[in-house]
């Protein structure tokens, strides 16, 4: 707890702001999850009410991992601000949109039966571009400035945003396959090819928290850096290859449940290392004191 607080004191009023909305955000997929469960609603299908539920969830999640992460990188301020302050109102349009359609009983992509339902689906196209334009220009900014101290936390960094970019590309495809579908005639066609590409949309969307979490917890462990880095590489390969493996999965049209067993033992071995690395982090601890000299080392670097 003491560390979550630290880090809302020592955020910026951006990162502050994300974080803020991103806990809203979140709040709201929760709120929708026991509305699906007491109502007893479908978790399946373009009209369901899974959709608000996974928009607010996952939405909430990565905003807040972005505003934390890119919080390391040596960025000018203004910069970085217009940059989380356009991915924190894309975030939000696409959460508030896709529910609104959730409460409407209507699809929320690729439904073009009225100018509203026109106007709603575009809007979430274009604020998918947004998305992937900011991260794309903090992912530039972490490739080519010199980002934290610690190489094992720069790296963490980087692949995380890297990683978030194929998710966010992955989304766009998504995209423009179900409107060239929609439109020429086929609704239902535009959902099942784009849906195929869920399981890497979902994967790859939070390595930015996951790669980022791991670094930033082996900062407050015994071990040199030189050890931390190695525990980081892993963890990135691990995820590369979990990404990877899924991608290839997706593209084919094979479901990650349903995948040969060589391929299904690979994704789970790979799953289970970045497990094995956050558990692993966990092992080597130290008081409270490394984190509070660290903490304070960094607001004084403000």
């Known amino acids: 707890m003491n560390a979550l607080t630290r880090i809302w004191q020592d955020g910026r ?29 479908s978790w399946l299908g373009p009209l369901s009410m899974r959709k608000a539920v996974t928009f607010g969830l996952s939405f909430g999640l990565t905003l807040a991992s972005v505003a934390w992460a890119t919080s390391f990188l040596t960025v000018r301020p203004s910069w970085r601000s217009a940059l989380l302050g356009a991915f924190t109102a894309a975030s939000v349009a696409e959460v508030v949109l896709v529910s609104l359609q959730s409460w409407r009983g209507v699809p929320s ?70 409107v060239v579908a929609a439109r020429g005639g086929d609704p239902q066609l535009a959902y099942t090819t784009a849906g195929a590409l869920k399981p890497l949309h979902a994967v790859a969307m939070h390595a930015i928290l996951v790669l980022p979490a791991l670094a930033w917890l082996l900062r407050f462990t015994r071990w040199p850096e030189a050890h931390r880095m190695r525990v980081v590489v892993i963890a990135v390969v691990a995820d590369a290859v979990l990404t990877a493996v899924i991608g290839v999965e997706s593209f084919t049209g094979v479901s990650p449940l349903a995948a040969p067993l060589p391929v299904l033992a690979l994704s789970a071995l790979a799953a289970a290392v970045l497990a094995g690395t956050g558990a692993y982090a966990l092992t080597g601890g130290e008081p409270t004191a490394r984190f509070a000299r660290i903490s304070d080392g960094k607001a004084r670097g403000r």
């Open 109 to 178: 992509h690729f439904n073009f039966e009225t100018p509203f339902d026109n106007a709603v689906s575009m809007t979430l196209a274009a604020g998918g571009g947004v998305l992937i334009l900011t991260v794309i220009g903090f992912t530039a900014a972490a490739l080519v400035e010199p980002g934290p101290e610690a190489p094992s936390l720069r790296l963490a960094v980087r692949a995380g945003l890297v990683v978030l970019l194929v998710a966010l590309a992955t989304g766009a495809v998504m995209i423009a396959r179900g």
């Open 13 to 41: 009023r951006a990162e502050r702001v994300a974080y803020a909305v991103g806990a809203a955000l979140f709040l709201s997929g929760v709120l929708h999850t026991i509305v699906l469960v007491t109502t007893g609603g």
